[in-house]
């Protein structure tokens, strides 16, 4: 077991704040690091700081652009170059991830490539939260955490005093999440049936369940373009509920997403910073919650070998 004064706390640039955040929680600075780019865009890393043996948690997570995953690569690579002791990858969200599984002719599978190179980078853990698909896990030859935000979004609904709730999926594909937020909150479960003609595009159909002057929640892990929300958001709105609640943990938010999302007919889109999300993407309807304090307790938990699980037994 490593001491207190052996945890180390890195970030690269694709969510300095949340890493603040998270190290504020824990009580302690993140580690020194310099991080520069030379004049033709490669990327430089150094340590500035001993971290000879000691525990190092990498919180990176890996959304577009590609540098993103780039500078977590470099970094376990400089920590493992400076005989840390153990450095886990604490990727808030798992880039190309959605890449899972070859649905087609002659096409990569992004996921495990991903996964690869964070093993042969160096790390020798992996912590992440909301997995588009749990079998990612296993696409690692090192142990994994895979966290869930559930807590997080019922304590903000419970919060919210909402009446006769029901939880709807935006699609069949996601009724298992759905289902855990209907089973805590105590209200039944609806889906949409939905097609998907292209990537990045959805069409909604029909309702599997009563809405009718309910207030309704749908939960989803990953908001890219909007379309899928957007289309469940109006075949929903067409049901006359009370009101249309979000919860979704990664906000992508892509192309026309903020602008679709401001002008769906729903109440409030409630997202996590597991992306850092710029000024030009916030809108009066987003919420952002933070899951600092879930990874800094995970990241305790790991640090004194105890259970990450007990982090969401009821």
């Not at 430089?44 to 652009?65: A, S």
């Not at 190309?96 to 002659?106: N, S, T």
């Not at 993407?281 to 307790?297: I, R, T």
Request: aromatic share 6%.
């Amino acid at each position: 077991m490593f001491s207190d004064t052996e945890l180390k706390v890195i970030t690269g640039t694709s969510n300095k704040p949340l890493a603040e955040h998270i190290t504020g929680f824990m009580g302690i600075d993140l580690c020194e690091i310099e991080l520069r780019r030379f004049s033709d865009g490669e990327i430089f890393v150094k340590i500035c700081q001993n971290i000879r043996g000691m525990d190092c948690f990498v919180v990176q997570p890996t959304n577009p652009p590609a540098d993103n995953i780039l500078e977590l690569l470099l970094i376990i690579d400089a920590l493992k170059r400076s005989s840390a002791g153990r450095i886990t990858a604490v990727m808030p969200y798992y880039g190309y991830g959605r890449q899972d599984r070859k649905d087609q002719p002659r096409v990569c599978i992004g996921a495990k490539l991903a996964a690869n190179l964070i093993t042969m980078a160096g790390a020798d853990r992996m912590m992440t939260l909301d997995l588009h698909s749990h079998q990612i896990q296993g696409f690692f030859d090192i142990p994994s955490d895979h966290l869930y935000t559930l807590p997080i979004f019922l304590e903000y609904f419970q919060s919210l005093n909402l009446k006769n709730l029901v939880v709807v999926s935006p699609d069949i594909g996601g009724a298992k999440m759905a289902r855990g937020y209907a089973g805590r909150l105590d209200a039944p479960l609806a889906f949409i049936e939905k097609r998907r003609p292209r990537p990045n595009e959805a069409v909604s159909l029909n309702i599997i369940g009563d809405v009718s002057g309910r207030d309704v929640i749908i939960v989803d892990d990953i908001i890219d373009t909007g379309g899928t929300l957007v289309a469940a958001c109006k075949t929903l709105a067409a049901k006359n509920p009370n009101s249309i609640y979000v919860g979704c943990t990664h906000a992508v938010l892509s192309g026309n997403a903020v602008e679709d999302l401001q002008n769906a007919p729903l109440t409030e889109v409630a997202v996590t910073d597991t992306i850092q999300i710029p000024e030009n993407k916030k809108f009066p309807k987003l919420k952002v919650l933070s899951v600092a304090e879930l990874l800094g307790k995970a990241i305790r938990y790991i640090h004194n070998d105890e259970s990450v699980s007990a982090l969401f037994v009821d």
